[in-house]
DNA sequence: TACCAACTTGACCAATCGGTCAAGCGATGG
DNA sequence: CCATCGCTTGACCGATTGGTCAAGTTGGTA
C-alpha cells in the first residue's frame, strides 16, 4: 500500500462525504444571496459546487431542505459570536466590541449575511420562530444589561432595544448593502481600510452619543 | 347625455389607463417585495391587481419592464424627499429632520424599501448606474455640507460618507427588517409608538454623538 | 350603420426547474 | 471472485411560468 488514507466510516472516490457537502453549502450560501430563494436553481448550486445535480440532490433531498441547512448555519455562526462578547462589563468597551465583532462578521461573511437579510425581508417565514424565541431571550437579556448601565447612570438613557436595532443596522448594512456603500465612496468593492473607517466612526458617534455628560 | 366624461385621449370601460396601470404597479410592489424578483410571478400580481395576466402584459411588455417601473418610482419617491430637506442648514435640525422624514418613508412605504433593498443585496443589477452618478452626487454633495459644519466646529469631525451610510441603514431597517424588529420587541407588527421611540432613540444617540462637547 | 382603435381575455406554448430513476462505479469484506 | 454498499451521473418528467395570439368587446366617429 502506498500510505493508509483514515476514512470515517467508509471510503469513496472523491473526497468525503462531509467535504463534499460543505462544497454545496458553500455554493448554496453564494447561489441563494445573490439571487435569492427562488432565484437560485439546484443546477447552478451544483454547477458551482462542481457536482451534478443529481448528487446534490442525494446529499440534500430538497431546495428547501438545503436552504434551511444554509439558514442554520449562518444563525449558528452568528448566534457563536454572540455569545464570545456577553461577559464584557464595561459599556464602552463591551459595545465597540460589538460593533467591531460584527462589522468583522459583516466583511468576512457578507454572502450568509445577505441570505438572511433576504430570508428577514420576505417575512422571515422560516426564521420568524427563532427571532421570537432565542433571538427575542437573547435580545431580552442585553437589554436588561443596558438598563442596568443606564440605571448606574453610566449611560444615558436610551430604549435599549432600539440601541440593539441600531447596532444590528449599521453593522450589517456593511454587507448587505455592501454595493450600494461602495458606490457612495466611489469605489468597487469595500476594502478593509474602510470597514476600519466604519468602526471608527460607528463606535465614535454610537458611544459619545452613550457617554457624553450627564443627562 | 348624463354627464361629459373627460377621457384624457379614448375612454374605455372599466377605469382609465392609468388607473389600470397604477393597479398593476401597486400589486407588483407588493409582490415583488414579498417573494423578490424571481419569485413574484405575473400570474399573481394580475390576480392581486384583479386583472387577467394578458391585459397586465398588454401594459408592461415583459416582468422585467413592469420590475423597472416600480424601481424607477421608488427611487423617484426617495429623491424628491430628500430634496425636500437639502436647504435646512442647523446640522441638529437638518440630521434630525432627515432621520425623521426617512422613518416616515419607512413607515408609509415599507414595500418600496424592500424591493429597493432586494435589488441592492444582489448587487443592484438594474441600479448600479444610478448608485455610482445620481446617488453618489447627491451623497457628495451632502457630505460637503457635514464638512462645511465640522470646519466651522458646529459638530464633532467624523466620516461624513459614513455618517450618511449610518442614516440611512438605521432608518431603512425599520421598514426591511421590520419582522425582526418588531419580535424583539415582542411584537406583531410595527405601531406608530415604535417608530416615535425609533426616532427619539436615533436623534438623541446620533445627534448627541456629534455635538457633545468639542473634541 | 359601418368602421376603427383601444382594450380585454381565455387558451395556448416553449422554456426552465425541482426532483426522480435506474444504471453504473469503486472499494471493502468475505 | 463475488456480493454489497455508498456514491455518482445522464436522461428524463411533470409542473410552473413568462409571454403570445387571435378572437372578441366597447365606445367614439364619420
Known sequence: MASA?????KSSKSGNREETQALILSAAEQVFAEFGYKGATTGRIAELAGV???NLHYYFKTKENLYHQVL?????TWFA??????????????ISHYVRLKLRLSRERPLGSKVFANEIIHGAPNLI??????????????ARVIEQWIAQGRIRPVDPHHLLVMIW???QTYADFGVQVAAVLG???????????????????????LLAGAD
Open 5 to 9: 488514507r483514515k476514512p470515517a466510516l
Open 72 to 76: 442554520e448555519d449562518i444563525v449558528n
Open 169 to 171: 443596522a449599521t453593522t
Open 52 to 54: 451534478p445535480k443529481a
Open 81 to 94: 459570536a454572540a455569545a464570545e462578547f456577553d461577559s464584557i462589563e464595561d459599556p464602552e468597551e463591551a
Open 187 to 209: 469605489k468597487d468593492d469595500l476594502e478593509d481600510a474602510d470597514f476600519e473607517t466604519a468602526a471608527e466612526t460607528l463606535t465614535r458617534i454610537i458611544l459619545r452619543g
Open 129 to 142: 420562530g427563532y427571532l421570537r424565541t432565542t433571538l427575542k431571550d437573547w435580545t431580552d437579556a442585553k
